[in-house]
């Protein structure tokens, strides 16, 4: 288990630990943290799984795919750190991170 700490855009915490190999986005909807969604279920059409990721987790992230790049155009307030979280598996190596949510997901 990966402990991740998804953050609301008022600053609340929710501190939960994610099987590896699952998702970010299914990491928060199955812990029912708000603002993740996960309309789609993962395939990389609804962009309601919209996260940042801080410049320190960066070089431990999946390389965005040209999908999840167009996906993203259609996210409100997209900005350098923007990922999908379906697009990434958690892995061992991200225990401890801090994963922000958009105030538009609220
Ligand atoms: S859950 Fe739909 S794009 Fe991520």
Do not use: F
């Amino acid at each position: 288990m990966v402990a991740i700490t998804y953050v609301e855009h008022d600053g609340t915490e929710h501190v939960v630990e994610v099987d590896e190999q699952m998702s970010l986005m299914e990491g928060a909807t199955l812990n029912m943290v708000p603002g993740v969604e996960g309309m789609c279920g993962g395939i990389c059409s609804c962009a309601t799984c919209h996260c940042y990721i801080r410049e320190e987790w960066r070089d431990k992230m999946p390389a965005m795919s040209d999908g999840e790049s167009t996906m993203l155009e259609n996210a409100i307030d997209r900005r350098a750190n923007s990922r999908l979280g379906c697009q990434i598996s958690v892995t061992p190596e991200m225990d401890g991170m801090r994963v922000e949510l958009p105030q538009e997901q609220a």
